[in-house]
């Protein structure tokens, strides 16, 4: 009986004995390193290089570099051990990519709707000047047709002696003027005389 326990764990453990190992899969989506694998001071400063390309998924103002998150720290040890074992940076921020989705990058690539990101702002910057100069075009021949604001044809300014026809916003007009700029009886002196 122990013969056929011990053969029926054997038979039942030969197939995962005999099936190759997979690779982790982060690695099976990169692919295989395509460049050199790193070490000591070169190894760290490409991890931080690497790491401020990417978006703290937490923190997500910051960098991997740059975030005191613990996901941040762990997205910059997988980065280290990318480029510890030969992968170079675009097949990292591919995997990453994959992961996260493009969000986790920092600066996005131009593609699709990226595009627009990028160029928008000048898009709408342009169109609104092509907008703004159109209407200038419409409005007449440009700023020569406009009047003058304070020419004496476009505004009609009383004389200061000059008082309304009703006799009782005349009669305050009158006190406020005798109060205010201490005329007698609130008539403005003579242009030659002295006030």
């Known amino acids: 009986m ?12 030969l197939p995962a004995m005999s099936a190759p190992a997979e690779p982790p899969p982060s690695a099976s989506r990169a692919g295989a390193p395509r460049g050199a694998p790193l070490s000591g001071p070169e190894l760290d400063a490409r991890t931080d290089e690497v790491g401020a390309l990417l978006r703290c998924p937490v923190c997500q103002g910051l960098s991997v570099s740059d975030s005191p998150s ?7 040890a997988e980065v280290r051990d990318k480029l510890a074992a030969g992968y170079d940076q675009e097949q990292i921020l591919a995997d990453f990519e994959h992961s996260y989705g493009e969000f986790v990058r920092l600066k996005p690539t131009l593609r699709g709707v990226n ?5 928008g702002p000048l898009l709408a910057l342009i169109a609104g000047a092509a907008l703004i100069a159109s209407k200038l075009k419409r409005s007449g021949s ?6 003058a604001p304070w020419s ?6 009383p004389d200061r002696g000059t008082l309304p026809d009703d006799p009782r ?3 305050a007009m009158r006190r406020v003027r005798e109060l205010a700029y201490g005329w007698p009886g609130g008539v403005p002196p003579k242009a030659g005389a002295s006030a």
């Open 2 to 13: 122990t013969r056929v326990a011990l053969l029926s764990i054997a038979l039942l453990s």
């Open 70 to 76: 613990s996901m941040a720290r762990n997205m910059k």
């Open 152 to 157: 004496a044809a476009a505004v009609d300014v």
């Open 115 to 119: 595009w627009l990101v990028w160029f």
């Open 142 to 147: 440009g700023p020569d047709a406009l009047p």
């Open 169 to 171: 916003l005349a009669e």
